[in-house]
């Protein structure tokens, strides 16, 4: 897969882009702030209908501008595809409109599969360290872009567990009987098992990609990574039974808390580096490393999974790498058509993109040795 055309209006710092950046490897390179990651954004935008850095739909629509669009039109084996998203600043219009190959879409389940992308950005850092729902956020992620049908589930599951503390809630007003819980306890475990299920798939195949992916940027043999999804149904044969079990073990608990305490919503994934977890003694450099597998690793997944190579989106990756990590990133991204930000061109010596693009403040400029 890789774009033929990607066109913004109206989007971030920019009024009018159109792009056409060739199947290999475009890099663009501006001071922080220019606008650099705007334009990874906006291919996000079309592949997954969100942003990555924001869940403020209004925050992408330029300055001044009552509404954005972008547009993404991309190669596949089978032939052409075309996503476009528009957004609204009036809170009485219709928010966001989907558009796939020129008819609306109605929701955003329906973009999944069409445009696929993997991307690193500095704020995966923060996942990687931070509480287990940026990690869920993840593995939702990205089998959402496996299927649709992940997607769905999800939406399925998270429904249930809403009328479930919304129940809660209720009886612990007085305005239920707890008995009731046991239609949600039912609907709830059954809604559990394809999640559970395409995380443990995931999360198995994530764990050999990711070590091999590892251990050749990052070059040292002693340091192994490791990735387990660890939660209440991880290795569990029948999800659905066993959480059924663990509603009814726990009700009592979920009633003094006004919460449900067991299941996939409780998930996460422990990252270990030569054996210890790397939330407590990575360095940058480490975690950063961590990070670029798993995505790599996505980008395996993803291939293997649609039979068509998913489109890279490197923003400010090589910034804390040493030369040699940056060296070999570069060799495991031949082939990939990628789409990577830096500020200064020296990070790239050695590498050889085929298209450099200066950004200036919603400005871009062809490097005159590009």
Same mark, same amino acid.
């Given at each position: 897969?890789?774009?033929?055309?990607?066109?913004?209006?109206?989007?971030?710092?920019?009024?009018?882009?159109?792009?056409?950046?060739?199947?290999?490897?475009?890099?663009? /390179?501006?001071?922080?702030?220019?606008?650099?990651?705007?334009?990874?954004?906006? /291919?996000?935008?079309?592949?997954?209908?969100?942003?990555?850095?924001?869940?403020?739909?209004?925050?992408?629509?330029?300055?001044?501008?009552?509404?954005?669009?972008?547009?993404?039109?991309?190669?596949?084996?089978?032939?052409?595809?075309?996503?476009?998203?528009?957004?609204?600043?009036?809170?009485?219009?219709?928010?966001?409109?989907?558009?796939?190959?020129?008819?609306?879409?109605?929701?955003?389940?329906?973009?999944?599969?069409?445009?696929?992308?993997?991307?690193?950005?500095?704020?995966?850092?923060?996942?990687?360290?931070?509480?287990?729902?940026?990690?869920?956020?993840?593995?939702?992620?990205?089998l959402s872009q496996c299927g649709a049908g992940y997607y769905y589930a999800l939406q399925t599951y998270n429904s249930a567990l809403k009328q479930r503390n919304a129940l809660l809630h209720a009886i612990a007003r007085g305005e239920?009987?707890?008995?009731?819980?046991?239609?949600?306890?039912?609907?709830?475990?059954?809604?559990?098992?394809?999640?559970?299920?395409?995380?443990?798939?995931? /999360?198995?195949?994530?764990?050999?990609?990711?070590?091999?992916?590892?251990?050749?940027?990052?070059?040292?043999?002693?340091?192994?990574?490791?990735?387990?999804?660890?939660?209440?149904?991880?290795?569990?044969?029948?999800?659905?039974?066993?959480?059924?079990?663990?509603?009814?073990?726990?009700?009592?608990?979920?009633?003094?808390? /006004?919460?449900?305490?067991?299941?996939?919503?409780?998930?996460?994934?422990?990252?270990?580096?030569?054996?210890?977890?790397?939330?407590?003694?990575?360095?940058?450099?480490?975690?950063?490393?961590?990070?670029?597998?798993?995505?790599?690793?996505?980008?395996?997944?993803?291939?293997?999974?649609?039979?068509?190579?998913?489109?890279?989106?490197?923003?400010?990756?090589?910034?804390?790498?040493?030369?040699?990590?940056?060296?070999?990133?570069?060799e495991r991204i031949s082939g990939i058509q990628t789409l990577l930000t830096c500020t200064d061109l020296s990070d790239l010596t050695g590498a050889k993109p085929d298209?450099?693009?200066?950004?200036?403040?919603?400005?871009?400029?062809?490097?005159?040795?590009?």
């Open positions: 897969m890789y774009i033929q055309a990607l066109r913004l209006h109206d989007f971030r710092s920019y009024r009018q882009v159109l792009l056409t950046p060739p199947q290999g490897t475009t890099v663009f /390179v501006g001071e922080n702030g220019a606008g650099k990651t705007n334009l990874l954004e906006a /291919v996000h935008l079309c592949c997954l209908g969100r942003s990555h850095r924001t869940a403020n739909d209004r925050e992408m629509i330029r300055t001044g501008a009552d509404t954005c669009a972008v547009q993404v039109r991309v190669q596949r084996g089978d032939g052409v595809d075309s996503v476009g998203v528009r957004l609204f600043a009036a809170a009485e219009k219709k928010r966001k409109l989907l558009h796939i190959n020129g008819k609306t879409a109605s929701r955003t389940g329906e973009l999944m599969g069409h445009v696929t992308c993997v991307m690193f950005s500095p704020e995966d850092i923060e996942w990687m360290r931070g509480a287990p729902q940026g990690r869920r956020r993840f593995l939702d992620m990205l239920a009987q707890p008995a009731l819980l046991d239609v949600w306890d039912e609907q709830l475990s059954q809604a559990a098992v394809p999640v559970v299920r395409a995380r443990q798939y995931a /999360v198995e195949n994530l764990c050999q990609l990711a070590r091999g992916h590892y251990a050749h940027i990052g070059g040292r043999e002693n340091e192994v990574f490791s990735l387990r999804y660890i939660g209440h149904l991880a290795e569990s044969a029948d999800p659905a039974e066993e959480l059924l079990r663990l509603l009814r073990a726990r009700r009592e608990e979920d009633l003094r808390r /006004v919460t449900t305490t067991a299941g996939p919503h409780r998930d996460d994934l422990l990252l270990t580096l030569a054996g210890e977890d790397m939330r407590a003694f990575a360095s940058q450099g480490q975690m950063r490393t961590a990070v670029l597998s798993l995505r790599l690793s996505e980008v395996d997944l993803l291939t293997s999974r649609q039979g068509e190579t998913p489109l890279l989106l490197l923003d400010d990756v090589l910034s804390e790498l040493d030369a040699g990590r940056r060296t070999r990133l570069l298209t450099v693009l200066h950004v200036r403040l919603g400005e871009i400029t062809l490097e005159e040795n590009g």
